[in-house]
């Protein structure tokens, strides 16, 4: 747990008796149940797999099968990152993670002069129906579960999936994987958005419809808690923000007169696992209960399925120090061990070189190999919620929860997760809490090995991947020739049909974003003609 410490006790060695976790939450000396200071917990938890899923989401978690282990991982063109998913299927994993770069994320084709910089750069670039072939070129879609963290043209690149399939000869029906889709989130911490939140909603649920009609094997939101923690949330606040962003986007998609039980069983979830490892164990608890009691309660929600907090987890990347960056394997490893003992259903580990440049192929093993040896020599994965009834997780568990809730609350005060945003309150809530850490850990209080203490003389650092600058030029003209070479009509008669659907309110705009996408018109032209509709959303200035 953390150690409040100043900086002369910590020059010394010496550790000041305050303990507390990261989200403030005091901790005793001693949980000795026979200590009358410390609370009994003697209520019954129940059973993996049983209401409110305290202790996991199935019975058997891991006897019956592992988490899917991803590795995150796009960059340059489609043909490379297709070679670097071909190389991890190699060496293990069970399914793809993909990473777009920042232009393809708000609806920008690589040769807008908008781009210009970063085609490539921190995932593959993907403009077209031509782009996603070759991202997928020889990869069975039918056999493996990808994961696409892509949410302001989530729709779109769905659609791209979902037309790639089709031309390998596999129905939608057959696929299985996760859309982010999670647009409230970067209005909060990320800043990925394109439209207004109103129409962007209205994208979010319009796939679930879509999804829950058409492709009901697919996760169509992956609400994420990841985001908010990288922005310097604690514990706390990333559950409570982000069960309160879950809780919009099923109250938009009601309003939008779906039913609860049709389209909540396919609601996932996507959390941080940060260095406190007994706190984050007890944080995945936490939201799995509250957010059962939230669906049930609040939602009328009576298919299990849809009281069940399904999660993929990503290990800190904001925890990863470019000081000494090998250490960062030992804080991957215990993220990555939390993660596990908290019951995700799908674990990406962070390379030890992502404080630097993008990973290495030998990187990324070694981060594939570090689930593997929990999977496999740990034995964590052998019994069944293995840390249930610790005096300690147990406490931390109440007390997420209990603190999670005031925020909800406080919240539905507000009027909700849209006005609570509109407001700057979530954003001026994680702005201090990223301040009170920072400021902590520049005078010493808070120790971060490598970089305030326990430096090193010399450091000999790592090998690089480096990024080829010719990618985006060779992008640019990609896009430019399938310009020259489609049917031109055929695109402007399938952008003019969606334009038409996004004026009106009442279509499900998804058919025809997939006619467009068929037609090879690309990911910014789409984007446009959205624009064109809804404008664009310009962030409040909070201080």
């Known amino acids: 747990m953390t150690t409040k410490t100043d900086a002369k006790s910590a020059a010394r060695g010496e550790r000041r008796e305050r303990f507390e976790t990261s989200s403030g939450i005091s901790l005793p000396n001693d949980f000795n149940p026979s200590n009358t200071e410390t609370p009994v917990y003697e209520r019954d938890l129940g059973a993996p797999g049983d209401f409110p899923y305290t202790r996991g989401v199935r019975r058997s978690m891991y006897r019956g099968r592992f988490w899917t282990m991803r590795q995150y991982a796009g960059y340059a063109t489609a043909e490379e ?20 770069d920042l232009p393809t994320q708000i609806g920008l084709d690589s040769d807008d002069p908008l781009a210009s910089g970063e085609v490539g750069k921190v995932g593959v670039a993907i403009s077209s129906l031509e782009d996603m072939e070759r991202l997928f070129e020889g990869i069975p879609l039918e056999r493996v579960s990808t994961s696409m963290t892509i949410n302001a043209t989530a729709s779109t690149l769905l659609c791209l ?91 938009a998609a009601v309003a939008a007169g779906l039913k609860v039980d049709e389209f909540a ?40 399925r849809s009281l069940m907090l399904r999660f993929h987890t990503q290990t800190a990347g904001s925890s990863l120090q470019a000081q000494q960056p090998e250490v960062n394997v030992v804080r991957t490893t215990l993220q990555a061990l939390a993660a596990v003992l908290g019951g995700t259903q799908s674990l990406h580990t962070n390379s030890m070189d992502e404080a630097l440049a993008l990973p ?15 999977a496999h020599e740990s034995g964590v994965a052998d019994i069944v919620d293995p840390l249930a009834g610790s005096y300690a997780v147990e406490h931390l568990t109440d007390e997420i929860e209990r603190l999670a809730s005031d925020y909800i609350d406080k919240i539905d005060a507000m009027g909700g997760m849209l006005r609570a ?28 090995v490598g970089v ?21 030029q060779s992008q640019i003209e990609r896009v430019r020739s399938l310009r020259q070479r489609r049917d031109a009509e055929r695109v402007e008669v399938a952008l003019t049909l969606l334009e038409d659907a996004a004026r009106g309110t009442t279509e499900n705009l998804l058919p025809r974003i997939l006619q467009c996408v068929e037609s090879y018109a690309t990911v910014g032209e789409i984007s446009h003609r959205l624009r064109r509709v809804w404008g664009e959303y310009r962030e409040a200035v909070t201080v």
């Open 421 to 448: 945003i509109e407001t700057g309150y979530v954003q001026r809530e994680i702005q201090e809490a990223a301040y009170v850490y920072q400021r902590a850990v520049e005078t010493d209080e808070t120790v971060v």
């Open 161 to 251: 999936y979902i037309a790639v399939a089709r031309r390998q000869g596999v129905a939608p029906e057959r696929l299985q994987g996760t859309i982010q889709n999670d647009i409230l989130k970067e209005y909060i911490a990320r800043g990925t958005y394109i439209y207004p939140p109103a129409p962007s909603l209205r994208l979010v649920t319009d796939t679930f419809a879509f999804c829950a009609g058409h492709v009901p094997n697919w996760n169509t939101i992956s609400i994420s808690g990841y985001h908010i923690r990288e922005a310097g949330s604690t514990a706390v606040q990333e559950v409570a923000f982000t069960l309160a962003d879950g809780a919009a986007y099923v109250e």
């Open 360 to 374: 290495t192929e030998q990187s990324a093993r070694l981060a594939l190999r570090t689930q593997q040896v929990i």
């Open 452 to 472: 305030n203490r326990f430096r090193a003389e010399e450091d000999a650092g790592v090998p690089l991947h480096r990024t080829d600058p010719a990618v985006e």
């Open 265 to 304: 069983p396919r609601l996932s979830f996507f959390f941080n696992a940060h260095n406190n490892l007994l706190e984050e164990v007890a944080k995945y608890r936490a939201a799995r209960r509250l957010w059962a009691r939230l669906m049930r309660e609040r939602f009328g929600a009576r298919d299990p």
């Open 81 to 100: 990152s297709n070679a670097r998913y071909k190389y991890l299927l190699g060496e293990g994993t069970t399914g793809l993670s993909v990473a777009f």
